[in-house]
């Protein structure tokens, strides 16, 4: 992205060309910085800050920082770096963390809010018309499948969470159109998984998946919500890749909830009360 900066000095204005070097300096203090600050230091107007976003591709000041704090982010020391033996505890710490979050700040940059919105969509759609929603996942995914059960039966959406294989291709068996079904997979190759994506699709039923691009599962299925972030086998690697998968689940229910209105208000006001009477009782 800097080089991308350093590319278009000479088509820029004299007073853009100032806000550039700004960035260039210091990124990090940039992507921070309130925008009467950053023109102070550039010694130009507000609205040139704005003007030189937009001069280089960004819609404004706004989508220009999040995109910055995401490259800086991603080129911290430890990104991508191994655990080694000799690695203190504050090593470990850091380099686990920004691992995570780098791949949470790449996840966000790439994402298709299309395809998120299709998919908040067709949950919502299913709800309202009281058909059946299903989220698939085996192993580690199965767990991120029960944790979006988990977070959807707090907005009052009932829905079923399976992580074996036999279980699944039955349940896939029962759905009809109007029905979903909400595949979790890290490579997208699971037999099992493909298996009952397979047989929901046939049935009628709109089919989500959570996955690596390419996948044959990405392929198969209706809605894609690419998930990309291979694990490291030849070394430890934190299991990033459930966590970004229950980061999409994450939005994925809070889009839902803000399709599902302000009827919700009341059923979470209710349970929050009846959750504080069970603990303190």
Not at 30 to 49: G, Q
Not at 192 to 208: P, Q
Request: glycine content about 6%.
């Amino acid at each position: 992205m800097l080089d991308r900066i350093t590319a278009s000095l000479s088509s820029l204005a004299p007073a853009e060309q100032r806000v550039a070097k700004l960035v260039l300096a210091d990124p990090r203090a940039f992507a921070r910085l309130p925008v009467r600050e950053l023109a102070e230091r550039a010694h130009v107007s507000k609205p040139t800050v704005v003007r030189f976003c937009r001069s280089i591709g960004y819609d404004g000041l706004a989508d220009f920082k999040l995109k910055l704090a995401g490259s800086v982010s991603e080129g911290v020391p430890f990104i991508h770096r191994s655990v080694d033996a000799d690695d203190k505890t504050g090593d470990v710490l850091v380099k686990v963390v920004d691992n995570a979050v780098a791949a949470f700040l790449q996840y966000r940059n790439a994402a298709s809010t299309v395809a998120i919105e299709r998919a908040a969509e067709a949950i919502a759609a299913t709800w309202k018309t009281g058909k059946r929603i299903e989220f698939y996942g085996v192993g580690n995914s199965g767990i991120v499948a029960q944790d979006a059960q988990h977070k959807f039966f707090r907005l009052g959406v009932t829905s079923i969470a399976t992580s074996d294989g036999h279980m699944q291709v039955m349940s896939a068996t029962l759905l009809r159109p109007g029905d979903c079904a909400v595949i979790i997979s890290n490579s997208g190759r699971t037999r099992d998984l493909m298996d009952a994506a397979d047989i929901a699709r046939k049935n009628g039923a709109t089919t989500i998946v959570i996955t690596a691009s390419g996948s044959p599962l990405a392929s198969t299925c209706q809605i894609h919500l690419a998930a990309d972030h291979p694990e490291g086998y030849d070394r430890y690697s934190p299991m990033v890749s459930r966590l970004m998968h229950l980061l999409i689940i994450d939005v994925l229910a809070t889009c839902v909830a803000l399709r599902i209105g302000s009827s919700l208000q009341p059923i979470l006001q209710q349970m929050k009360e009846n959750l504080r009477a069970k603990r303190y009782a």
